[in-house]
């Protein structure tokens, strides 16, 4: 055999043998055997919940934003925490993040003397006198959530409804419509914290 051709079939032989080792076995006489597996679905919880169910509506005229503090963040989680609690979803956080962004821009607010509107207190401005609860109740951010969405789940189809309506509706504020102003932030925020 001329040292050119030897050359040529070695250099063949070598590929081969090179692909067999790098791309596994040729036949299925040389490969493990297999085992007869089904395409098994895999839970992943998504990172952020999905945005239609947060605000399912759109949003109503123009929003309003404002940057939170360590104490607000913490009463976003807070609520958060409590509306799972409750075996509510996101929705239901959404409508409570933007109904306290407008009560209180989400601080806990205690009696605020001559600024205060008759004894109102807390992230949702509740009142004691109206039945919310005491004072020391009120101002705890997981009970005055609890407090406000028992009074959301009485209302006939507030999933369905927007955030204004729906938080109004609980609420009974002078100002119905000031709720909407907050829904944009409300769902961002709820959907940066309710998986974290």
Known sequence: MNTMLRKSVLGI???AFAGG????????????????????????QADKPNPA???????QGAQSRIDLNDEQTANVKAIVAATKKSGL????????????????KLENLGHLGDRNDHDSL????????????????????IYSTMAFQKGLKQVDGWQDMPLTEAAQTVQVSAYPDAYAQWEQQAADLVAQ???G
């Open 89 to 104: 979803d996101e929705r239901a956080a959404v409508i409570s993040v933007g109904t306290a962004l407008q009560e209180s």
């Open 53 to 59: 169910k947060l605000i399912p509506h759109g949003t």
């Open 122 to 141: 807390g992230l949702f401005q509740q009142r004691p006198s109206s039945g919310w609860g005491t004072p020391e109740q009120i101002t705890d951010p």
């Open 13 to 15: 032989a070598g590929l």
């Open 193 to 195: 914290h309710w998986n």
């Open 21 to 44: 080792v790098f791309a596994g076995p040729a036949t299925h006489a040389l490969a493990a055997p297999t085992i007869d597996a089904k395409p098994v679905a895999v839970a992943v």
